[in-house]
């Protein structure tokens, strides 16, 4: 076995935080590389603190793992100073599991989750001696792969990368092993790396940029067409049917030092079909798969047992949302494991969901964080962003959360939404003031954290076609913001910098025009740009200078219904006039209510596909709608929404709701 310990270990007391390079994670895995196998190194570009929670990429790490024609390994991106170090003393990317060098994979596979990694992930390829463009690599190069949300529009790393992954990775990658399995056996001789990527590119939900050529007329994308006859011209996601049949991690990595989310995760469900419209991972994980109660639980108390962690995190894009989440958190804290001693997180709830049941349950054990994300300062706007949660909704919770003990609250808001007025800006002060006074009738120790981010439209949601703000009007809202609560004692007010948001819009919409501008700023020394210390907005700024790029154009601009995207060649199941309805539906502030309890509007994720949505329960809440707390103690909210019908393709006879956890086909 090739190992590079050796010279790894004299860096390690030169640099901060050694411990991001010495794997040694409980559950971490040392597996037999063979000529036979397809080796895998799974690389989060950005680092370890931030990267190893990642349930992405244990998922596949343990998948691949347990293959006999597989073997996976992970990979961080290293940081600065042992960047600095490894270019000095030429040493190549490596795995954290058994230190071997990047170059002795078949497969650099990473997980994006953000767009401002993107240049960290050329920066890992450049280091695993790898040419960082892919059309410069031969026989003997690996192949480079990216999956995760960002891969729905790969456009920007089309010069950098072979192939996307596009949708869910549980079954895709046991099609592409296979494959480059038969390309390992071939002896990769001279041509057969085209070769390979024309047969990955026939797998479904792959998609090889190097198969498809791409007309402009001038700045306007015209056409990406497939250059063989057999390779599809839109490439469809990837979505399994049951999150029952994939109970992975089962062996959650255990960090030896501090990482973010360090608590037990468990996947309840994914998919979201509230119908958030700026919301780029609701749209394309549709439709819902909720895992079984029952395994749930299973998974719950295997896991606290072997990692000995004392909290648990059920996670899911809303996870109040899960039928029974009550019955689940209440199973857990009264579980004879748990020993009444073990907390329970629900990230990304929702204020509608959230009960006094569920907040007496969790405040039995522990008050964890808790955090909710209006998104919107007033009603007007969350029904343009189709966030249909009232004010009392989130002064509800306000009550339930303070009335059970809870002191801090914190709150996340966008600015620079579709039709926002100043009005809709200051709501969000407004909101947060009411939070503190609620707050302080039950205690004089109130905080609420409001947080604010500028809006970038993300491809694949109804908002893709809508003109970025730039970074002067942000910086005007988050001024108008910081005065009207200048004097509000318990409102803490951050905001994110309106500059990483212009640089996130120039690589989230772009085509493949972007990839010089991603090449030029890592040249220049431009990563961890998603790292305040690092960021450098010149750097994007004179990038787009250099290649003679309109940022105006890239980011500023409202696209045209009839405008070819850059992504429109791959689909995430929903249909581009879907889309399109919903954005003018959005312009005329209307809602569309939760289609997982109601009527189907054919957004395509459903029908396309052959799945319905999953749930666990199997009866839906009282009322029909998820989430009202009706017979929860909590005042349902009659939410006036316009009410828009299905767009008549629905299909006959199919059950909407499918219950008891099967759920697959009609
Ligand atoms: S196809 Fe219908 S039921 Fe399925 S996610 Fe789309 S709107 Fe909802």
């Not at 990527?197 to 792959?206: F, T």
């Not at 581009?576 to 009527?599: H, I, S, V, Y």
């Not at 316009?642 to 759920?663: C, D, H, P, W, Y």
Request: contains cysteine; negative net charge.
């Amino acid at each position: 076995m090739t190992t590079l310990w050796p010279r790894i270990e004299p860096l390690l007391a030169k640099v901060q935080k050694p411990a991001r390079y010495i794997g040694c994670e409980d559950g971490a895995q040392a597996p037999v590389h063979a000529p036979h196998k397809v080796a895998w190194l799974l690389a989060y570009p950005d680092a370890y603190e931030i990267g190893l929670p990642n349930q992405g990429l244990q998922i596949l790490y343990e998948i691949l793992n347990e293959r006999a024609d597989a073997v996976a390994e992970r990979s961080y991106a290293p940081w600065v100073d042992m960047e600095a170090l490894m270019r000095e003393r030429g040493v190549p990317l490596f795995s954290v599991d058994t230190h071997r060098p990047a170059a002795e994979f078949d497969l650099l596979a990473f997980n994006l989750s953000a767009e401002l990694v993107y240049t960290n992930l050329v920066n890992c390829i450049d280091l695993a001696g790898v040419p960082v463009r892919a059309a410069d690599r031969g026989p003997e190069h690996l192949l480079v792969a990216a999956g995760g949300h960002c891969a729905f529009n790969p456009e920007p790393l089309a010069d950098f990368v072979d192939l996307f992954v596009i949708g869910d990775g549980e079954e895709v990658v046991a099609d592409i092993t296979e494959v480059v399995r038969e390309w390992k056996a071939s002896g990769r001789t001279l041509g057969s790396r085209e070769r390979v990527l024309h047969e990955l590119a026939l797998v479904q939900g792959v998609y090889v940029p190097s198969m498809y050529d791409v007309s402009y007329e001038g700045e306007r994308l015209v056409a990406v067409t497939p250059r063989y006859a057999d390779v599809p011209e839109r490439v469809e996601k990837r979505t399994i049917s049951d999150l029952n049949d994939w109970p992975y991690p089962k062996n959650q990595l255990v960090p030896l030092t501090e990482v973010v989310h360090d608590r037990l995760n468990v996947e309840i469900f994914r998919g979201c079909t509230r119908g958030c419209r700026f919301c780029q991972a609701g749209m394309i994980t549709r439709p819902v798969r909720e895992r079984s109660s029952a395994q749930v639980r299973t998974m719950v108390s295997r896991g606290l047992e072997r990692t000995g962690y004392d909290e648990v995190s059920l996670t899911s894009l809303s996870s109040a949302d899960y039928s029974g989440i009550e019955d689940v958190v209440g199973g857990i804290v009264n579980d004879p494991v748990c020993q009444g001693s073990v907390g329970v997180s629900l990230p990304s709830l929702r204020v509608d969901a959230y009960t006094v049941g569920i907040a007496s349950e969790i405040a039995k054990v522990r008050r964890t964080g808790l955090t909710f994300a209006p998104e919107g300062g007033t009603w007007r706007m969350r029904q343009v962003i189709n966030k249909l949660i009232r004010e009392e909704d989130l002064y509800d919770a306000a009550e339930s959360a303070f009335s059970q003990g809870w002191q801090r609250m914190k709150l996340y808001f966008l600015i620079g939404l579709p039709t926002e007025t100043d009005e809709d800006v200051l709501g969000i002060a407004e909101l947060a003031r009411r939070c503190v006074s609620i707050g302080r009738e039950h205690t004089n120790r109130v905080t609420v954290s409001t947080s604010v981010g500028g809006f970038v439209p993300k491809p694949q949601t109804p908002f893709q076609w809508f003109g970025q703000d730039t970074v002067g009007e942000l910086s005007r809202k988050v001024n108008l913001l910081r005065d009207a609560v200048r004097r509000d004692r318990g409102v803490a007010l951050k905001w994110h910098d309106p500059r990483a948001t212009l640089a996130e819009g120039i690589a989230s919409r772009g085509d493949r025009r972007l990839g010089p501008v991603i090449e030029h700023v890592w040249r220049a020394g431009g990563t961890f740009q998603e790292w305040s210390e690092h960021f450098d907005v010149r750097l994007w700024e004179d990038a787009m200078a250099a290649q003679g790029l309109s940022t105006d154009w890239y980011v500023h601009r409202h696209r045209a219904e009839d405008e070819v995207l850059p992504w429109d060649h791959l689909s995430a199941g929903l249909h581009k006039d879907f889309l399109w309805q919903d954005w003018q539906e959005a312009l005329r502030a209307g809602g569309l209510e939760d289609c997982r309890w109601t009527p189907c509007y054919d957004c395509g994720a459903c029908t396309g596909f052959g799945i319905e949505h999953v749930v666990a329960a199997t009866t839906p809440p009282a009322g029909g709608s998820q989430g009202t707390g009706q017979d929860l103690g909590v005042a349902a909210s009659s939410v006036p929404v316009a009410f828009r019908s299905g767009t008549g393709k629905r299909r006959q006879g199919a059950a909407f709701l499918t219950q008891n956890g099967v759920g697959v086909g009609a």
